[in-house]
């Protein structure tokens, strides 16, 4: 009886394992660079050797178990030694791991090979997103924007339905060129992150004061997407990677309207405002970048996130307010913006703050004050 | 001298424990001790138990239905900090005070009233812990590995609480450590030489020496963050000119020997409970030692494939995947003899030799996983995600958890002179068997699917796993609510135990009467040939 019921539960683990070994959403994934080829090679390789090693430890042990037992008459033996065998299972390993060692050494002496490259994005973590900057002198113009989380809150608290992408979407992409060596420097502003993005084979944790290399050639166009994989705090799970491959010509293309456009935000700093102006696009960018913390009703979530409406500071100078803004409150979860943000982005979220959630100040915060305010300093 | 005097006229009479509830408080007896040690442990399991059950709630489904975010991570950390400090470590320590002095042949063990201190600094630390989730702010929220800077600027006020806390449970490890080698070093019963102790002796005696070595490097580590916190310092401030990843290199220092700390005295305790249901001698006793201390040894210079990711060196990296794949061979050596000592034995299959099975089966797939984790190139998918954790469950639930329970099974006759029931005892193996499998071995899935751990929320492929994980769960958590039922049945009604409670047991605790004398050998007891090792 009880052979069968083992009998029977052994039959469904092979099945299963079949099942296992042709299912995609089960194994690591191939990946579309060579390193993340070789690295799924290898994993498959150590794979099947730890199950051969597997298979052929518990055929014996459980041979032993049914064979060996009083119910069946077993006469314990009295052996209790032999250095022959102790040598033999100390050695044989040895052999097998040396076999393992081998390849992965390879592996890895490739992947740190990090010279060489077309071109250099910084990656830079921030409590709770990503920042990109394209780094290359050659394209004259470096900018960077930030990539956060776009699945919309009501998605996460089960509103509306969820989408395939379900917490794997981003505001903007990265984008890099295929059949390029695109070197990644990965850096962090406030804790510790991990930059992960499976199809390339690499991850590398985003250390605050540090600069990791990581590099990629993508062989094929494609959307990618992974995850911080670093405890970073309280939306550790919210911060996703996309990196979206362009052929070259098309990324190219983007490359130059990039640059254009960040001219022209240049020019915008100069602009001068209206209230309903500054109010549209600051509602848009504390959705983004405050209601995380401060919530979406301003309220907070005293003490550790304290209230906007009817604070003191949205409610008192509107200089101490910008200040507090672009430098953050150190030793606090609350972050430098002055940093992630321009002065236009920073003029309308404070000017919005000032007149929302039942705050009316009555005044108006223009970039040209944010300019003022980084240049007194 | 008086004192001695006085206390030597006592032991003339053998007497009893102390009447009334003080005596829990003031004893200084091994037995006592180590069953205050083990109740704590288990009080402990069931709250980080409980935590675990609130995180695979929230994981059942994809979205956030129960908890926040920041709550979830106070529960991931604490359930992490209690499982390790409150519940595998105290229980091993209990299980020493139990079985040591009787292995050996001592009355007791060499330092009761430290023992007496070590013990009662717990309930302290673990209050002192747990109080922090009722603050302003919440408690721990940074993962058991508490990495700076998000432990030390970025973690809430409660922090201060957390390395108090952690000073203490040092405090309380390293007096039980000392007290176990005094004991272990002074007080064997002549005849004993070190290569005739029982292996779970000699796996404590090393567990002991990691305990002493590793312990103060983690009272460092939390030092150095209050420092940070309170007095400005930059040890882990990189803006200071400090290094978060120093904080790394430090706290895994620590924390690799810790890892074996809670899987040495496992290995000792299977390698009574195998030897006793084959009726056969444990096979290659001396290579079992010599296997203990090497991977003692080797816990040294493993730290850092805990950080394959963090950015070092290509020649640190291969240093570290070599020397990790290295343990690889004195953990086999440990498997092979087991199964040898089982091979042509004539075994039963009562409660303790099947968890001590299921120990062998399971640590091994554990270890193999290890193995694949130790591999760089891979671990870089590995690293962070939901096979680690498959992976560090497997060791150590039904790895060092089991072994507890086992030994449990195993040494409760002696202890209380009442016999489990069989059949509960058998139900009890075959559930928690059951849920610890369905729970952790989809995680190996979901990992190399690509689901980072540590988060309250994942993408839609990786429902179904979690699913099923929090299902076993439930199964595997509810199993060990049962377990309480049939330890309470024991002690209050379970069938008188022989002083030989196993056919097949050998040691010297098996020549006591069950149950023990309250001073286990008042006189040194004879080392006969038959009952020990060599």
Same mark, same amino acid.
């Given at each position: ?184 420097? &990965? @850096? =962090? *502003?406030? %804790? ?7 199809? /390339? ?5 985003? $250390?605050? +004061? ?48 990039? &640059? @254009? =456009? *960040?001219? %022209? ?7 001068? /405002? ?5 109010? $549209?696009? +600051? ?95 | ?534």
């Amino acid at each position: 009886m009880k052979n069968q019921i083992l009998r029977m539960l052994t039959g469904t683990l092979a099945f299963l394992a079949s099942g296992v070994a042709l299912a995609d959403e089960l194994n690591m994934r191939v990946g579309v660079t060579d390193i993340s080829r070789q690295v799924y090679d290898l994993h498959m390789t150590i794979f099947y050797i730890c199950v051969a090693i597997g298979v052929v430890v518990f055929s014996v042990l459980f041979w032993s178990v049914f064979q060996h037992r009083k119910s069946k008459g077993a006469v314990a033996a009295t052996f209790h030694d032999s250095t022959k065998l102790e040598l033999a299972w100390t050695i044989v390993p040895t052999l097998i791991l040396i076999v393992m060692a081998i390849p992965a050494t390879q592996v890895l002496v490739a992947m740190y090979d990090t010279g060489g490259e077309d071109m250099n994005i910084e990656v830079r973590g921030y409590q709770w997103k990503w920042q990109y900057k394209y780094l290359d002198e050659d394209y004259n113009n470096s900018f960077s924007f930030f990539s956060n989380l776009a699945t919309p809150k009501s998605q996460i608290v089960n509103r509306s339905a969820k989408t395939d992408t379900y917490l794997l979407e981003v505001d903007e992409h990265l984008r890099i060129p295929i059949n390029r060596k695109v070197r990644f420097l &990965v @850096t =962090s *502003e406030d %804790v510790i992150h991990a930059w992960w993005v499976p199809d /390339f084979g690499i991850k590398r944790d985003a $250390v605050p +004061g540090m600069l990791n290399e990581l590099w990629a050639i993508v062989e094929e166009p494609g959307i990618y997407r992974g995850q911080c994989t670093e405890l970073c705090g309280k939306d550790h799970g919210f911060m996703p990677i996309v990196v979206e491959a362009m052929p070259e010509a098309e990324f190219d293309a983007w490359y130059a309207t990039k &640059v @254009t =456009s *960040e001219v %022209v935000r240049q020019e915008s700093m100069s602009k001068t /405002f209206t209230h309903d102006e500054l109010m $549209v696009q +600051g509602e848009v960018i504390y959705g983004t970048y405050c209601s995380s913390c401060h919530m979406a009703n301003g309220e907070g979530v005293p003490p550790v996130f304290p209230a906007i409406a009817k604070s003191p500071v949205a409610l008192g100078p509107r200089d101490d307010h910008l200040s507090l803004v672009i430098n953050g409150v150190s030793g606090s979860a609350m972050q430098a913006f002055g940093k992630q943000l321009d002065a236009v982005q920073l003029a309308s979220v404070v000017h919005y703050q000032r007149h929302a959630f039942g705050n009316d100040v009555g005044d108006i915060s223009q970039p040209q004050d944010v300019i003022n305010l980084f240049n007194g300093q | 001298m008086s004192e001695v005097i006085h206390a030597d006229h006592h032991d003339d009479h053998a007497h009893g424990p102390a009447k009334g509830m003080l005596r829990w408080l003031y004893t200084t007896n091994h037995k006592d001790i180590g069953t205050l040690y083990l109740w704590f442990s288990f009080a402990m399991f069931l709250i980080g138990g409980a935590m675990a059950l609130v995180i695979r709630t929230e994981l059942f489904q994809p979205g956030l239905q129960f908890i926040e975010p920041e709550f979830f991570n106070q529960m991931t950390t604490n359930h992490g900090l209690i499982m390790v400090f409150g519940a595998i470590m105290p229980a091993f320590v209990g299980l020493a005070n139990w079985l040591i002095p009787m292995q050996v042949g001592a009355p007791d063990m060499a330092l009761p009233r430290m023992n007496n201190l070590s013990f009662w600094i717990l309930p302290f630390a673990f209050s002192m812990m747990i109080s922090t989730l009722f603050m302003e702010g919440g408690g721990p929220n940074f993962g058991w590995t508490f990495y700076a800077p998000l432990s030390t600027t970025y973690a809430p006020d409660s922090v201060t609480y957390f390395i108090f806390a952690v000073h203490l449970m040092g405090a309380s490890s390293i007096m039980g450590s000392i007290n176990i080698i005094a004991t272990i070093l002074n007080m064997r019963a002549p005849g004993m030489t070190l290569m005739k102790m029982p292996m779970f002796v000699w796996t404590w005696l090393i567990t002991a020496y990691l305990l002493i070595a590793v312990m103060p490097v983690l009272a460092g580590a939390v030092t150095m963050m209050l420092f940070d916190i309170h007095f400005n310092t930059s040890f882990f401030n990189a803006a200071g000119g400090g290094d978060p990843v120093m904080f790394q290199h430090i706290f895994w220092f620590f924390g690799h020997p810790e890892v074996y700390i809670m899987i040495l005295p496992a290995f000792g305790i299977v390698s009574h409970i195998i030897p006793t249901f084959a009726r056969k001698q444990l096979f290659g006793y001396t290579s079992m030692v010599y296997a203990v201390a090497s991977i003692a040894f080797l816990s040294f210079i493993v730290w850092a494939h805990h950080m394959f990711t963090v950015g070092m060196p290509l020649a640190g990296q291969l240093f570290f995947m070599y020397s990790t794949m290295l343990i690889a061979v004195p953990t086999g050596v440990k498997v092979f003899n087991w199964i040898a000592t089982m091979w042509r034995g004539s075994m039963t299959f009562e409660t303790p030799m099947l968890f001590a099975i299921a120990f062998v089966v399971l640590f091994t797939i554990g270890g193999l996983s290890g193995i694949m984790l130790a591999i760089t190139p891979a671990d870089y998918q590995y690293h962070d995600t939901y096979f680690v954790v498959a992976h560090f469950h497997y060791v150590l639930v039904p790895g060092a958890l089991f072994s507890i329970i086992a030994a449990v099974y195993f040494w409760i006759p002696k202890w209380t002179g009442k016999m489990y029931d069989e059949s509960l005892g058998k139900l009890h193996f075959w559930l928690s068997f059951v849920g610890v499998n369905v729970t952790f071995f989809p995680q190996h899935f979901s990992g190399l699917a690509g689901m980072p751990r540590r988060i309250p929320d994942y993408a839609l492929q990786f429902a179904d796993f979690n699913m099923i994980s929090s299902v076993g769960a439930f199964i595997f958590g509810f199993s060990q609510v049962f377990f309480l039922y049939v330890l309470i049945k024991t002690i209050r009604s379970g069938a008188p135990a022989k002083a030989r409670s196993w056919e097949g047991a050998k040691g010297l605790e098996w020549t006591l009467p069950s149950p023990a004398p309250y001073h286990s050998f008042t006189y040194p007891p004879e080392v006969k040939s038959e009952e020990v090792h060599g």
